[in-house]
């Protein structure tokens, strides 16, 4: 069964800061890994997607890479503004027949003034 | 382009009534919706998977007769919670992908707030 991990639960940082978010899974057999942003009460914005051949992908001040190999894919924020604070999720799409999303808990970032 | 809505965004009902959950693809026609539930601080959690003009896949530990989805047309899926009773308080995400190929993405609606008293 695919599990997906995100350490620390919760961030703070203050603004301008550069940070890294990590985001861990089981099963390297995946299709793709996605990160999305949430804001509090709010559905999902989808940030990048990443194929399982691809090795990062970037957006603005965002910039996702992927090992799948070691299970791994971290999501990179430069700059960080208030407007940054959000939870940000990781999931991925198993390789196969079906198409499902396994999701991480999400970590909480707090972009301080 | 590619947004998808979700009525109501909040409701609170009553132990044992039931309620609707609407999922709409805007601008695009979603030939598969997926319905998902997120309790406080945890992950989003799959709850079925419908294609258009076919009954909905549920996954393990979901009560099919409990959360009916309904995926009538190319633009609506509706999850109807029946009976619901306190520990169906959550909340309710849906997703709409215009094809039934993977590597599409999924939009996702706003999100509904279910309470039950």
């Known amino acids: 069964k695919q599990e997906v991990t995100q350490i620390p639960a919760a961030l703070s940082v203050p603004e301008g800061e550069n940070l890294v978010l990590n985001c861990s899974f089981t099963d390297s057999a995946i299709y793709n890994l996605q990160w999305f942003r949430q804001d509090p009460g709010k559905g999902l914005t989808s940030l990048l997607l990443i194929q399982s051949s691809q090795r990062e992908q970037t957006s603005g001040r965002l910039n996702a890479s992927l090992d799948k190999s070691s299970g791994r894919s971290t999501l990179y924020i430069a700059a960080s503004q208030p407007g940054d604070s959000a939870t940000y999720l990781c999931?991925?799409?198993?390789?196969?027949?079906?198409?499902?999303?396994?999701f991480g808990k999400g970590i909480t970032l707090s972009v301080r003034p | 382009g590619a947004v998808v809505s979700q009525h109501p965004s909040r409701v609170i009902c009553k132990s044992g009534t039931s309620v609707k959950i609407e999922c709409r693809s805007l601008d695009f026609q979603a030939t598969t919706m997926f319905w998902y539930r997120q309790f406080p601080k945890q992950s989003l959690m799959l709850m079925a998977t419908?294609?258009?003009?076919?009954?909905?896949?549920?996954e393990q530990g979901v009560e099919k007769d409990k959360f009916l989805i309904n995926h009538a047309s190319l633009t609506l899926s509706t999850l109807t919670v029946t009976s619901a009773h306190p520990e169906d308080s959550s909340f309710y995400i849906c997703?709409?992908?215009?094809?039934?190929?993977?590597?599409?993405?999924?939009?996702f609606g706003p999100g509904t707030r279910l309470l039950v008293l």
């Open positions: 999931a991925v799409t198993l390789a196969g027949a079906n198409s499902k999303l396994t």
């Open positions: 419908s294609n258009e003009g076919s009954k909905a896949t549920y």
């Open positions: 997703s709409a992908r215009p094809g039934r190929e993977r590597q599409e993405t999924q939009y």
